[in-house]
């Protein structure tokens, strides 16, 4: 079993920045990746940003975020952190991490464990 805890949400007027981080804790994967998803009212789950916990932190990205938002980790802390810069008010969503066996992967279907979500507000 894996836990996630998501933190670093919170309110902010287009154009912030804010750190989310997933601290990871339970059963360590010889090998895995961690991804984040959002979830806007009304909207299905999407893919946002991967990285490959090792094979030299492989990253993957939404086209919507390419270029705003950086994924990385701190193995040593086992967590994960999404930087978002220049925020839209398009960005609002619940935000998720979650966990998957092998290498990254934009489908939610695939990933095990999830976080209980934090939440993303931008005001216009």
């Known amino acids: 079993q894996v836990q996630l805890v998501e933190s670093g949400g919170g309110l902010v007027q287009a154009g912030a920045s804010l750190r989310l981080s997933c601290a990871a804790s339970?059963?360590?994967?010889?090998?895995?990746?961690m991804g984040w998803f959002r979830q806007a009212p009304g909207q299905e789950r999407e893919f946002v940003a991967a990285?490959?916990?090792?094979?030299?932190?492989?990253?993957r990205y939404a086209d919507s975020v390419k270029g705003r938002f950086t994924i990385s980790r701190d193995n040593a802390k086992n967590t994960v952190y999404l930087q978002m810069n220049s925020l839209e008010p398009e960005d609002t969503a619940v935000y998720y991490c979650?966990?998957?066996?092998?290498?990254?992967?934009?489908?939610?279907?695939?990933?095990?464990?999830w976080g209980q979500g934090t939440q993303v507000t931008v005001s216009s």
């Open positions: 990285i490959n916990w090792n094979s030299g932190g492989v990253t």
């Open positions: 339970g059963r360590a994967f010889s090998t895995y990746a």
């Open positions: 979650a966990v998957k066996y092998a290498s990254v992967s934009v489908l939610s279907t695939e990933y095990i464990y």
